[in-house]
C-alpha cells in the first residue's frame, strides 16, 4: 500500500484540535491541492474563503449550530460554490450568460467542483499530519454566513473544513460494506440482499458505539438514517439559490 492510499484508508473526523494555528505554508499547500483538483470544463466553479480571525469562527461556531471545533482549530476553510466569476467573465466579454448560470446543471457542476476541489484540500492536509472535520452546519443558517462573509450573488456556502493539529486520536467509525456501494455494469437491484447485509452493518455499528461509549449507545445505522430522514430540514434552500441567481431552470 502506497503512501496516498494509506493516507486515504486512515481518515476519521478530528473535531478537538490544538490551539496552533496553521502556516501561512500550509495554507498555500492545502489551497493549491485543492486548486489542483478536477473541474468540469474548466470551469472551476468554486472559491474557497480561510477564516482566521477567532471573532469570525466564533459567529460562525454559533450559525453551525455551536459545534465548538468550527471556533477552535487551526485553521477553517469555507467552500463555495461560485459562478460570479462567470458572470464577470461574460460581461467582461460582451455575452449574456446569466440563463446558462441559472440552470439546475450548472448548480450541480459549482457543487461537483467544490466537492473534489475540498476532497484534495483534505488529503493534503491530513498528508501532513493534520485532521480535519467537515461541517455542512454553516447551511443551517446559510443567509447569515453569506452576510458573514459578504458572498455576492451567484455564490453559495456549501461546507465548512476545519483543519489543525489534532489534541487526541479518534476511532475510525465503519463504512458500509464495499457491496453495498460498489456495483459492476448495473445496479444490483436486490433487495432481500442489501436487507441482509444491512443487518450485517447495523451489527457492526451498534458494537462500535456501544463500546465507544461504555454502552450508553447502540444506534443502528439504518435507525439513524430513518430518524434523520424523518422530518425534511434546511427546506430553505431551493428559495435561497434562486434569490442569489441560481436554479431557475
Not at 3 to 31: G, M, N, W, Y
Not at 95 to 123: F, G, M, P, R
Amino acid at each position: 500500500m502506497n503512501d496516498v492510499i494509506k493516507t486515504i484508508i486512515d481518515h476519521r473526523s478530528i473535531r478537538s484540535f490544538k490551539d496552533e494555528p496553521l502556516s501561512d505554508k500550509q495554507i498555500e499547500a492545502i489551497v493549491s491541492s485543492a486548486q489542483m483538483a478536477s473541474t468540469s470544463s474548466y470551469i472551476q466553479a468554486y472559491t474557497i474563503i480561510g477564516i482566521k480571525k477567532k471573532e469570525t469562527k466564533a459567529t460562525l461556531a454559533k450559525l453551525a449550530g455551536n459545534q465548538s471545533y468550527v471556533e477552535k482549530n487551526g485553521h477553517f476553510f469555507v467552500f463555495c460554490a461560485d459562478l460570479h466569476r462567470h458572470k464577470v467573465s461574460g460581461k467582461m466579454e460582451n455575452v449574456d450568460v446569466e440563463k446558462s448560470l441559472q440552470t439546475t446543471e450548472k448548480l450541480l457542476v459549482s457543487v461537483v467542483d467544490a466537492s473534489l476541489a475540498a476532497q484534495n484540500a483534505t488529503l493534503a492536509a491530513e498528508s501532513m499530519g493534520l485532521g480535519i472535520c467537515y461541517i455542512g452546519g454553516i447551511r443551517n443558517e446559510i443567509e447569515e454566513v453569506s452576510t458573514l462573509l459578504k458572498l455576492p450573488s451567484h455564490v453559495i456556502p456549501l461546507f465548512g473544513l476545519a483543519v489543525g493539529v489534532p489534541s487526541s486520536d479518534t476511532e475510525q467509525k465503519p463504512r458500509l460494506p464495499m457491496e453495498n456501494v460498489y456495483h459492476e455494469e448495473i445496479y444490483q437491484e436486490n433487495e432481500k440482499l442489501f436487507i441482509e447485509q444491512l443487518h450485517e452493518y447495523n451489527k457492526t455499528i451498534s458494537s462500535y458505539y456501544e463500546q465507544r461509549t461504555n454502552g450508553k449507545r447502540k444506534d443502528r445505522w439504518t435507525q439513524q438514517m430513518a430518524s434523520m430522514l424523518e422530518t425534511p430540514k434546511r427546506t430553505q434552500m431551493k428559495e435561497f439559490f434562486q434569490k442569489i441567481g441560481f436554479i431557475k431552470d
